[in-house]
């Protein structure tokens, strides 16, 4: 019963899957946690309000008003009652409708009503969550602070295939209980995190960077907001974006500038932990047009760039607990203790590029933690980017609770 006590509102709109919805309640019921459902009307022609009421135990509303009872569906009550608002599944009109502000129906103006954090899983076809318009709006939505879960990709209702499928309701309460988890460990703590490649400039057209995804800091930056923790993330061009609006998120495109947001906010911070893979060159005299073909060879002049880390670890204060990322090849557990030495770190955390899985653009990730204070070395098994960040962040606490 892990959502014991936790109050949600389930929004459901429009999208075949709503079917689903259906087993979601019956999810969050079993966890414990009392369910009220708000429908859209269209949502009636995919699942009915009898099976949600009766899985809820709740009558479900979807009108302003029940005339019958002479009741009124006070929007204003359910949004101030919820510990958390889940829309799931969110269709493409009711997220453009959110991302606009408007309030024509109950379910948006409980919305708009709600003080509680709010959930969106996404549903629809490939090309409608692909539109620019969808983009647009989902980054919008972001910005007010709530979180996006998914959508995934896999086989869709139109028979094609691509990004579009609701999570499913087991990995929603799964996130939900995380989300929603009374061990804020990291509440008060002001927590910095690097994440993703950086690109160098060679003209206005060409770049030299590298095969960081960005997964592993996302992961990290999500996993810190969950513990209470007030996250930034200065993230380089990544595959992957935090679904996670009360993530302050500043996109950086090369090392240099990396450098610039990460040392404006790393003097405030009580915790920085740098995933990103910063390019340790940049090419010195960048053109200013495109570079044409001479039929000669190319000499690119590759000037090092500064190392955001170590800089970090010059200026540490007692008060602050730095973490640093040594992806290695060779003598891994050596060069990981001289780099932790050599950049004055608190803890390591080492992934060794002859792990199969670990790494660059993968999902899953293998590392071993070192610390300062007496070189303590844990290693951890194969396992996705999100419970690594877990292995980490678990990691990270037991280190402060010590210090
Ligand atoms: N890092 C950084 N700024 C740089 C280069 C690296 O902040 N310009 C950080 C990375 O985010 C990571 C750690 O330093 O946390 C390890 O980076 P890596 O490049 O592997 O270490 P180096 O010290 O550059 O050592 P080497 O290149 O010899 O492996």
Not at 105 to 134: E, G, Q, W
Not at 369 to 395: F, G, M, R
Request: charged share 20%; glycine share 6%; proline share 4%.
């Amino acid at each position: 019963m892990r959502l014991s006590g936790k109050k949600i509102l389930l929004g459901v709109t429009g999208s075949i899957a709503a079917y689903k919805s259906a087993e979601l309640t019956r999810l969050l019921i079993k966890e414990g946690a009392e369910i009220q459902v708000v429908m859209t009307k269209s949502a009636h022609d995919f699942v009915t309000p009898l099976t949600l009421g009766t899985l809820s135990k709740k009558p479900v509303f979807t009108e302003f008003s029940t005339p019958a009872s002479g009741t009124w569906n006070n929007h204003v009550e359910l949004g101030l009652w919820a510990d958390a608002m889940l829309i799931a599944p969110a269709s493409a009109n009711t997220i453009a409708k959110i991302a606009a502000g408007y309030c024509d129906n109950l379910l948006l103006a409980t919305y708009l009503s709600a003080k509680c954090r709010v959930f969106i899983a996404p549903a629809m076809d490939l090309d409608m969550f692909a539109h620019p318009t969808t983009t647009q709006n989902i980054t919008r939505i972001l910005s007010f602070g709530n979180c996006i879960l998914g959508p995934e990709s896999g086989e869709l209702a139109s028979g094609l295939k691509g990004a579009g499928r609701m999570v499913e309701p087991e990995s929603i309460v799964e996130y939900l209980i995380k989300a929603l988890s009374p061990d804020k460990e990291l509440q008060g703590k002001k927590v910095l995190v690097s994440a993703g490649p950086t690109r160098e400039a060679i003209d206005p057209v060409r770049f030299i960077s590298n095969h960081s995804s960005g997964k592993m800091g996302v992961a990290l930056a999500e996993e810190m907001q969950w513990r209470g923790a007030e996250v930034t993330l200065v993230m380089g061009p990544s595959v992957k974006a935090p679904s996670n609006g009360a993530i302050k998120l500043i996109p950086v495109v090369s090392a240099a500038d990396m450098h610039a947001a990460c040392m404006k906010i790393y003097a405030d911070s009580d915790i920085a932990i740098m995933a990103a893979a910063v390019a340790d060159f940049t090419p010195g005299n960048p053109a200013d047009s495109k570079m044409k073909k001479t039929g000669n060879n190319l000499q690119i002049d590759l000037i090092p760039t500064t190392d955001i880390l170590a800089s970090m670890g010059n200026l540490k204060k007692d008060s602050q607990f730095l973490v640093g990322f040594a992806l290695e090849t060779d003598n891994e557990l050596q060069n990981a203790v001289s780099k932790l030495e050599r950049k004055n770190l608190d803890m390591i955390v080492l992934n060794s590029m002859k792990d199969s899985g670990a790494g660059f653009n993968s999902d899953t990730n293998k590392i071993t933690i070192i610390e300062k204070n007496n070189q303590t070395t844990t290693p951890y098994d194969l396992k996705s980017k999100q419970e690594v960040a877990t292995d980490i962040v678990d990691h990270l606490i037991s280190c402060l609770r010590k210090s």
